[in-house]
Every structure is written in structure tokens, then in C-alpha cells.
């Protein structure tokens, strides 16, 4: 893994260029067929079965569910035992549910996906930053990587309201930054591989820092969200902090 640094206004932002290179001796092989999933029911009658299997130590979940409620979003994993949190409409403010809250509850608006990039406090209120659609960019060390196609805020300003108007403008300048954070290019993840180490460092570093939360495993120097997910720290919500980079991914086969 190389890695550069391009330089903004005001700072150094570390850009990454990861290349893997893999063998393929079944070139010619035709790529096996999957069948394709089938789409996630728009209606909350039925809350969706949890995977059997706990998730790998370290890992975060993949299967994530959007319950959006009239006073709040609900975030549950589907995969790591169904534990979610809510985050309420009114002022951003953030609580942690256990599987049986956060399954609950059916007057909502249901849809899937696939990580929580992070939040960020406002005059208003928080916004919620969540990936709503990926592409699969290849594996490292045996781990799929994502490119993140496509983000959305979750706006959690209702207090807008009572903002003076100088706020107001403020919150609206604010609001047009964070829709152009909604369509950053470049952005890969991993949701049980630390991208931030070479293999040189990573070959250094005790076998058992596997075992941690994969934030912890990270160096924050080259994490693109790492100011976003302070709050999901504090509230011990360690299966749905994925570490971003920003830069290029390039696979090479060879025979």
C-alpha cells in the first residue's frame, strides 16, 4: 500500500492507493452465478430475521436496517445479535437500543443500508450520515472492500424552528456542505479489514489487536470519517463504526 498526501487550504488529507495483486489460474473459468437478493420490503409489519451467527470479534455489521420513524430513525443490525440505536428527529440526540427496541414498532418507512459513515452536530441539530449504496471493489487479505457509491444525511433538525434568522442562513450554509460530503468521491471500507496498515506494519503489530473494535485497529491518521464518529465512541457502538479511506483501489490477476 502507498500512500500520499494531497494538500487542501488549510491541511494535509492522506490519500490512499491501495494495489492487490492475486492470482488467477482459472482465467478463463466462467465466474459462478449468484442469484440476486430479492428486494427489502418497504413496510415494517414484520421485522426481518436476525443472521444465527454472531459477528467475527473485531468485525462491524453488514446487514443494517433503516426504520424511520415520525419522531426518530432506528439503526439496527440484522447480523451482529439485532442491537440498534435511535437517533430522534427533534434534536439529533442519540440512545442505544437493545434487539427487542429496536425491532419494534411497525408505523415506519423500512429500507436497507450498508453503514453508518458517522454524525455531526449542528446549530439545529445532528446529522446522520449513512452509505446507501456500494460497490464491491475487490478483496484484501481475504476481505471484501466496498467503494461507497452513494451517502445520505439523515436530518435530525427540527429545532430549526426556533433559530434566529442569522441561524437559520447559518444552518442553511452548513446543510449545503454536508450535501456535497453526501457525494465525496473516492471513499473505501472494509468491514472486517483494517485498510489503514501496509503489510509491513500491520506484520508488526500483536496478533491480538485483531480482536479489537476495527476503529481501534486503524491508524487515525488515514481515517477520512474519524471526526464523525466520535459519538457512536461514547456510546459503545462498536459494530457500526467503519473506518473510511479516501484514495484509489487497483486489482491486478495474474497467471
Request: hydrophobic share 35%; proline share 6%.
Amino acid at each position: 500500500m502507498d500512500q500520499w498526501y494531497t494538500r487542501s487550504a488549510t491541511q494535509y488529507t492522506p490519500y490512499f492507493s491501495l494495489r492487490i495483486r492475486a492470482t488467477n489460474p482459472d482465467r478463463n473459468k466462467a465466474p459462478p452465478h449468484h442469484a440476486a437478493r430479492p428486494p427489502m420490503a418497504t413496510d415494517a409489519d414484520e421485522a426481518p430475521l436476525l443472521a444465527e451467527e454472531p459477528l467475527p470479534p473485531g468485525a462491524c455489521s453488514r446487514e443494517l436496517e433503516l426504520r424511520e420513524f415520525r419522531d426518530r430513525y432506528v439503526i439496527r443490525s440484522l447480523d451482529g445479535g439485532g442491537r440498534g440505536f435511535a437517533v430522534a428527529r427533534s434534536d439529533g440526540s442519540l440512545r442505544t437500543l437493545s434487539p427487542e427496541e429496536a425491532a419494534a414498532g411497525s408505523d415506519c418507512k423500512v429500507s436497507k443500508v450498508y453503514g453508518v459513515v458517522g454524525t455531526i452536530k449542528l446549530l439545529a441539530g445532528s446529522y446522520v450520515l449513512v452509505i446507501t449504496s456500494r460497490k464491491d471493489a475487490g478483496s484484501y487479505q481475504g476481505s471484501p472492500v466496498y467503494h461507497a457509491n452513494s451517502m445520505k444525511f439523515l436530518c435530525c433538525n427540527e429545532a430549526i424552528k426556533d433559530l434566529t434568522s442569522q441561524e437559520k442562513r447559518d444552518e442553511e450554509y452548513f446543510m449545503s456542505l454536508l450535501r456535497i460530503a453526501e457525494s465525496t468521491c473516492g471513499l473505501y471500507y472494509s468491514y472486517d479489514r483494517d485498510l489503514t496498515l501496509n503489510l509491513q506494519r500491520a506484520s508488526k503489530l500483536a496478533a491480538g489487536r485483531i480482536h479489537k473494535p476495527l476503529w481501534k485497529q486503524a491508524d487515525p491518521r488515514f481515517i477520512w470519517n474519524k471526526n464523525l464518529f466520535e459519538e457512536l465512541i461514547e456510546a459503545k457502538l462498536d459494530e457500526f463504526i467503519i473506518p473510511m479511506i479516501q484514495g484509489n483501489i487497483q486489482i491486478l490477476k495474474i497467471s
